[in-house]
């Protein structure tokens, strides 16, 4: 019997529900254990330091990969983000399951350092409903809109490389298959 994967990589283009799928999934889960990424990028409004993000400036993000504290990062949009090595491998040690929310490159960083990890690819059901999403939530100018859509179509075309896809057509649906995916032997 193979080993059950105890890490759970959620990726997916940018505006598809990722985060939303994530918290909803938390708010009926507690349970489940989300890594904190460290960004450059600045909050959103309502975003809280060590809740969403702990958010760095450039100085200190260049330290955290220099030291080697970060177990993937990645530049996405403009920004750099990154997941914190130490209390992933906490978790693991300890067998508890572990779910990372990170970009297409990140993801591929952690296929290559951790095989045994499982990618679950989140889809949109359309691209004209992505696009609609990620120009809806408000929180970004045309300009980055348009760098995030760019981004989008290369990670659209990566969906055969993760070993589940989900589409986010329901929110609650999503977060049902995704934990029964986490708890999957
Ligand atoms: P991501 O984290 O992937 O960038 P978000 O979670 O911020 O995406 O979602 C982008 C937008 O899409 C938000 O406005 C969110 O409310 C909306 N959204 C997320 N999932 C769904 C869904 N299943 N149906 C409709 N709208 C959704
Ligand atoms: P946002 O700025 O919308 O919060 O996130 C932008 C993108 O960065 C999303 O695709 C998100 O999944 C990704 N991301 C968030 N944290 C990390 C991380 O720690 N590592 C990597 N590689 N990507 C991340």
């Not at 990589?9 to 939303?20: D, E, R």
């Not at 359309?126 to 999403?133: A, I, Y």
């Not at 809109?145 to 990566?158: G, K, M, S, T």
Request: charge should be negative.
């Amino acid at each position: 019997m193979s080993e059950r994967p105890r890490l759970t990589v959620l990726s997916g283009p940018s505006g598809v529900g990722k985060s939303t799928v994530v918290a909803h999934l938390r708010k009926v889960h507690p349970e489940v254990w989300l890594s904190v990424s460290v960004t450059t990028r600045k909050p959103r409004p309502g975003e809280r330091h060590g809740v969403q993000y702990f958010f760095v400036e450039d100085e200190e993000f260049d330290k955290l990969v220099a030291n080697g504290e970060l177990l993937e990062w990645a530049e996405f949009a403009g920004n750099r983000y990154g997941t914190p090595r130490k209390a992933v491998l906490e978790r693991l040690e300890a067998g508890e399951p572990v779910l990372l929310e990170i970009d297409l490159q990140g993801a591929r960083q952690v296929r290559a350092s951790m095989p045994e990890a499982r990618l679950v690819f989140l889809a949109p059901p359309s691209w004209e409903e992505l696009v609609r999403r990620l120009t809806g939530r408000g929180t970004e100018p045309p300009e980055v809109i348009e760098r995030r859509l760019e981004a989008a179509r290369v990670e659209l075309a990566a969906e055969a490389e993760f070993d589940v896809t989900l589409v986010n057509t329901s929110v609650e649906d999503v977060g049902r298959e995704l934990l029964a995916l986490m708890k999957d032997s």
